[in-house]
């Protein structure tokens, strides 16, 4: 009797052990799960509608850490993105809008994925297999950014992706013969996926069924302060770059490819963008501060590191790696307080920096700079990625 009542006990003590033991382990995942999200996630919402009657979603992807990245199926334009600060505080750190109206009638690039062409072409003219071509000329004298209807403003068909240590999207375009005076039937896919590491990498892809030119980019504006009213001038950039591509007063390369030592294009080591933007030089003078495409170190087509860009206060770096032998490093110089930030205020001279990785400008007119031809039978490939993480 007295042996049962003790063995009644002990089976009720440990019942009760681990009935204990289990509410803590649920606690302490519930816990875990408030700091990070339990899985990557991905959300779509309204965002407006074309002038053609197209919808417009906007994708938020979501990481473990709480990165959310939002991205449109129009011109696949990242609207924001954010980032953790030193006081492990999230803010958006891209320029953009807070509607769509804006994106379709102004948009100076704002997170765009850009082609077929990105940055420029002399006269929007060029030569291939015999043929003279003539794009559309919608900068000054030269054809800027695939023309006046790019990547950046059609609609792209969407489909997300979701793995355990990623949530993505790929977008397809189908570019037909003849757009914006480009030849070819262009098939492009662009894969954004977005890591627990911080990291968002871009893959691009193409092909073609004629001979044509593609050079595909992200142009998003990053100001890692969180704060758009200040200027990017005190961010620290490096570029991996020993020298930059001299342009004409219209930002044409011409095909002097100039060493960047003892000139205010050395970004070798880390130098905040201001400290030497305001010299005087014919350069700088052309673009209105940086606006060149730097010619990379390593021009290997390995997933190489590129540039960061890191900003002391609040401690925010980005790091870029890219398999293209150049970057346009462009500082906002024409953002002249004319477009409303969606923070409120207006996006002032300078307030954003892009770093835009591709082949070289007017490459289809400079025989010299590497090709940017692409041909049926062959697949153009490309990626870059972003790295947000914060120096302590
Ligand atoms: C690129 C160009 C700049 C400017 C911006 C968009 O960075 O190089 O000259 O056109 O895009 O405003």
Known sequence: ???????????????????????????????????????????????????????????????????????LNYGGIITSWTAKNRKNEFDDIVLGFDNFTDYENKNPYFGAIVGRYANRIEKGTFELNGTQYQLPVNDNTNHLHGGLKGFDKVIWEVNTLKKDSMVGMELSYTSPDGEEGYPGNLNVFVTYALNDDNELSVTYKATTDQSTIVNLTQHSYFNLSGDFNKEILDHEVVLNAASFLAVDATLIPTGEIKNVKGTPFDFTAPKKIGRDITIEDPQLKFGLGYDHCWVLTDQSSENKFVASAYDPESGRMLEVYSTEPGVQFYTGNFLDGSLASKKGGFYKHRTGFCLETQHFPNAPNEPAFPSTVLNPNEVYESQTTYKLSVIK
Do not use: H, W
């Open 1 to 71: 009797m007295i042996q049962k009542q003790l063995f009644d006990q002990t089976v009720g003590k440990l019942l009760m052990f681990f009935i204990s033991l289990l509410f803590l382990l649920s606690c302490k995942t519930e816990m875990k799960n408030k700091v990070e999200s339990p899985v990557p996630s991905i959300i779509r919402t309204n965002f407006g509608t074309t002038k053609n009657n197209e919808a417009v979603y906007q994708y938020t992807l979501k990481n473990r850490k709480g990165m959310q990245i939002s991205i």
